[in-house]
């Protein structure tokens, strides 16, 4: 696989988006705001990629919304 991802420039780009957006929801201690503004760079990032999946992806990702943790359903 990493060959394969190392051979391709788009497929390296997306995957490498990929990771970034699991750091993203990693980050445990990190306050809302601070999730929050993580999410729109990563989606900033994506749109400007110049890849149409990623591209659609973000888009798609700005329909959700952030919600504190704790609250479930509403």
Same mark, same amino acid.
């Given at each position: 696989? #990493?060959?394969? =991802?190392?051979?391709? %420039?788009? $497929?390296? @780009?997306? *995957? %490498? @988006?990929?990771?970034?957006? /699991?750091? =993203?929801? !990693? =980050? @445990? &201690?990190a306050?809302?705001?601070?999730?929050? +503004? #993580?999410?729109?760079?990563?989606? &900033? %990032? #994506?749109? +400007?990629? !110049? =890849?149409? @999946?990623?591209? %659609?992806? #973000?888009?798609?990702?700005? +329909? *959700? /919304? $952030?919600?504190? +943790?704790?609250?479930?359903? !509403?």
């Amino acid at each position: 696989i #990493a060959e394969a =991802i190392h051979l391709d %420039e788009q $497929l390296q @780009a997306v *995957y %490498e @988006a990929r990771e970034k957006l /699991a750091e =993203i929801w !990693g =980050i @445990a &201690n990190a306050s809302h705001e601070r999730l929050v +503004q #993580a999410f729109v760079d990563w989606c &900033n %990032e #994506a749109e +400007q990629s !110049g =890849i149409a @999946a990623l591209e %659609e992806f #973000a888009e798609r990702m700005r +329909q *959700y /919304a $952030l919600k504190p +943790q704790g609250v479930l359903n !509403g």
